[in-house]
């Protein structure tokens, strides 16, 4: 297998995203979590993005994951791997973006690395290297209160350059105008100088195939779902990656049987989304404090869900308000309350598997991910798009009789994304 791209993401969701946004363009793609072992049987395709839970992790872990992943897809004829984050850059000033994006360059020699979390479809746009979501810059939408990494600075230039070794620079927008010639031409002034990163910016998705061109003259970038559109028509435009049937044909019978929704993001929009499936299936929401303390928070949970799946789906939630989560964030600290709400959570998810659900929807990039993992499903089949960057995924080498999950970011999806999503679940 030669791949024309190897792409590691920093979460399952954004994996997914990410694998979604290969498939619509036309790559075949697939997604391994982790990565594979030496004997996961994969189908012939263009693209592996390997899924990584290193967002949240301690900066030399997150490191050591994405370096073993970079030399995984090198070993498969990868000659450009994209370091897939979040588009909305979620890290601290510990990490992990810097951190890996240092440790990817280093091994591949390139001298410098672009980067832009841009993706203007999906109201992701950089302006003189400020990040904006919609119409307000970073530190004015939701994600100042993400409940693991606030985000409270727009301009990316210093927010990489806090986490970063090297300086960062910016390709401005006036020289993205100018095609591919003139980014790669300021990305070489600028690795002359000191910098060894640049922040590109992107205001529509037309800039995102020049950057794409750019960026195949280095073997690293750094960007999350619109950069890798760019790099699949770059690399569709100048003949690599076979624009064969997408992966999305070969998801295969129905599975049937009970259906779950899980939800432990707190973003507004999936608090919206839990509001409106409300109205659609039962709503079970767990009280947070007794999945830190309680010494079996699982139990009740999943005997109200088996008493109720038999008639329907329905959706068991840990979702709060950002007051709520800072509340129990200061009485039980950050990482101890996320990670005992995503083990309550995952454990819930074995237990419905267990009792027979193969249709799982998962709201969270971190829940997803420790679902996943509790599940040890090895890789995805993309499958239809539910909502923009949202992929039914279909499991693939589990040993087990096939799973349809829908992971969702937390941004991600309509006021009825629960719903929407089943309705592609069949
Ligand atoms: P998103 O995709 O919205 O970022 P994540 O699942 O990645 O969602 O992150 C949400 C984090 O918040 C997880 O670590 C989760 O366990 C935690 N969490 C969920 N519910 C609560 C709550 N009520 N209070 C505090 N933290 C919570």
Same mark, same amino acid.
């Given at each position: 297998m030669t791949l024309a791209l190897g792409c590691i993401a920093d979460d399952y969701t954004g994996a997914s995203d990410l694998a979604n946004t290969l498939t619509l363009a036309g790559l075949r793609t697939v997604q391994t979590i982790g990565v594979p072992a030496d004997d996961l049987v994969l189908p012939e395709v263009d693209a592996i993005v390997v899924a990584l839970k290193s967002r949240s992790i301690e900066a030399s872990k997150a490191v050591a994951a994405s370096r073993a992943a970079d030399r995984w897809l090198r070993a498969r004829g990868a000659c450009h791997v994209l370091f897939k984050i979040c588009s909305t850059f979620d890290s601290t000033d510990a990490g992990n973006i810097g951190p890996v994006m240092d440790a990817l360059r280093a091994d591949s020699g390139d001298a410098i690395v672009l980067v832009t979390p841009a993706f203007p479809q999906n109201r992701r746009t950089v302006y003189q290297g400020n990040l904006f979501v919609g119409s307000v810059p970073l530190n004015e939408s939701p994600l100042k209160d993400h409940p693991l990494n606030p985000m409270r600075d727009a301009n990316l230039v210093r927010v990489l350059a806090r986490q970063s070794a090297s300086a960062v620079g910016l390709v401005d927008l006036a020289v993205v105008q100018k095609g591919a010639g003139a980014i790669a031409a300021r990305l070489a002034e600028l690795a002359a100088g000191d910098a060894g990163a640049a922040i590109v910016d992107v205001v529509?998705?037309?800039?995102l195939e020049a950057i794409g061109h750019a960026a195949l003259g280095q073997k690293v970038s750094v960007g999350a779902s619109g950069f890798g559109l760019g790099l699949a028509q770059a690399l569709l435009a100048s003949g690599r990656g076979a624009a064969g049937a997408p992966a999305s044909g070969a998801l295969g019978e129905p599975i049937g049987g009970p259906a779950a929704c899980l939800a432990g993001s707190c973003s507004q929009a999936t608090l919206e989304q839990i509001a409106r499936a409300e109205t659609l299936m039962p709503v079970l929401r767990l009280d947070p404090e007794a999945l830190i303390t #309680? *010494?079996? *928070?699982?139990s009740p949970a999943l005997a109200w869900a088996l008493e109720r799946l038999p008639s329907g789906p329905v959706l068991i939630a840990t979702s709060a308000t950002p007051d709520s989560v800072a509340a129990l964030q200061a009485k039980h600290g950050r990482d101890k309350a996320g990670h005992a709400i995503e083990q309550a959570l995952s454990a819930i998810a074995a237990g419905l598997v267990a009792a027979g659900v193969r249709r799982l929807v998962i709201a969270g990039g971190e829940t997803s991910g420790a679902v996943v993992d509790r599940l040890a499903i090895p890789a995805f089949l993309i499958g239809p798009?539910? #909502?923009?960057?949202v992929p039914v995924l279909r499991t693939a080498g589990t040993g087990q009789p096939d799973m349809l999950l829908a992971l969702k970011s937390g941004n991600f999806g309509g006021p009825d994304f629960f719903a929407d999503a089943l309705k592609l679940m069949p």
């Open positions: 529509e998705d037309s800039n #309680a *010494p079996n *928070p699982v798009e539910i #909502a923009p960057g």
